[in-house]
């Protein structure tokens, strides 16, 4: 098999990952509060179900506390 070549099986499982995720995506892309972070969530959520090890281990991308801040004080701007 080439180097970099993908065997059969395995890329029936990958086309099954990628068809799923994307439909999550598009469900999730609907909602009015969608954002990239909760994309994140989604990818995370799929990735599991499908048993991909690493998903459960590594940590999702997140704001840090000055941007979740800064984001607290512009909604609340917003509102008022």
């Given at each position: 098999m080439p180097e970099g070549a993908?065997?059969?099986d395995a890329k029936g499982v990958l086309e099954r990952f990628y068809r799923?995720?994307?439909y999550e995506l598009g469900e999730f892309g609907r909602r009015p509060s969608a954002t990239a972070l909760?994309?994140?969530v989604?990818?995370?959520r799929v990735a599991v179900?499908?048993?991909i090890e690493?998903?459960?281990r590594?940590?999702?991308p997140r704001l840090n506390r000055a941007e979740r801040e800064d984001q607290a004080d512009t909604q609340w701007r917003s509102e008022q």
């Open positions: 993908i065997p059969v799923d995720l994307l909760g994309a994140a989604v990818v995370k179900v499908h048993g690493v998903a459960e590594l940590p999702l």
